[in-house]
């Protein structure tokens, strides 16, 4: 069971809305985000629920994200395995969102910082498909805006997504 969960993103205005903030985007459509507290802590946004989970948003920098993971997780003494990050994937097909334990980092630098780390990649995996650029750089790929078609599915892409990582949460 999960007691932190971490939703990847990079600060700033000019990434808000991008495909690689799509983590922090379904922060906001969980059915208890309203009731959240955030806070400035572990070089990151913070809040807990009632019921003891714990999430963070780090603000370092998806390339740093280890940063404030690892610092959360070593307050609170979580072990790999309860923790779960949120992140987008362009392995998978936009609308599509997939939780799985463990494996590959699938280049992704905010999971590879964050199990360098921990030293463990045993950590579990809510993945948000973005899809995979059809041209040009996967880098400037993420960094960008969802099309105006995607951003019209999006939230009832988000909406259903958060019902299964609540489902996935209280797993």
């Not at 808000?16 to 985000?33: C, D, G, K, M, Q």
């Not at 714990?54 to 309860?82: D, W």
């Not at 921990?118 to 899809?131: A, D, N, T």
Request: charged share 20%; hydrophobic share 45%; proline share 4%.
């Amino acid at each position: 069971m999960a007691r932190l969960a971490v939703f990847l993103g990079n600060p700033g205005p000019e990434y808000a809305r991008t495909r690689h903030n799509v983590a922090w985007i379904l922060a906001e459509h969980l059915s208890f985000s309203g009731s959240l507290v955030w806070q400035r802590k572990f070089k990151g946004m913070f809040a807990a629920t009632g019921g003891g989970l714990l999430l963070l948003k780090p603000e370092t920098f998806m390339n740093l994200s280890g940063e404030s993971v690892g610092a959360c997780a070593q307050f609170y003494r979580i072990a790999p395995h309860e923790l779960l990050v949120v992140h987008d994937d362009i392995e998978l097909q936009f609308g599509t969102a997939v939780a799985r334990a463990g494996g590959g980092l699938g280049g992704h630098n905010g999971l590879r910082d964050i199990a360098r780390v921990l030293g463990s990649r045993e950590f579990l995996r809510f993945r948000v498909g973005i899809s995979r650029p059809t041209r040009g750089d996967v880098a400037s790929y993420v960094l960008s805006r969802f099309t105006p078609e995607e951003e019209s599915e999006l939230p009832g892409f988000l909406e259903r997504a958060a019902a299964q990582l609540e489902a996935v949460l209280d797993e």
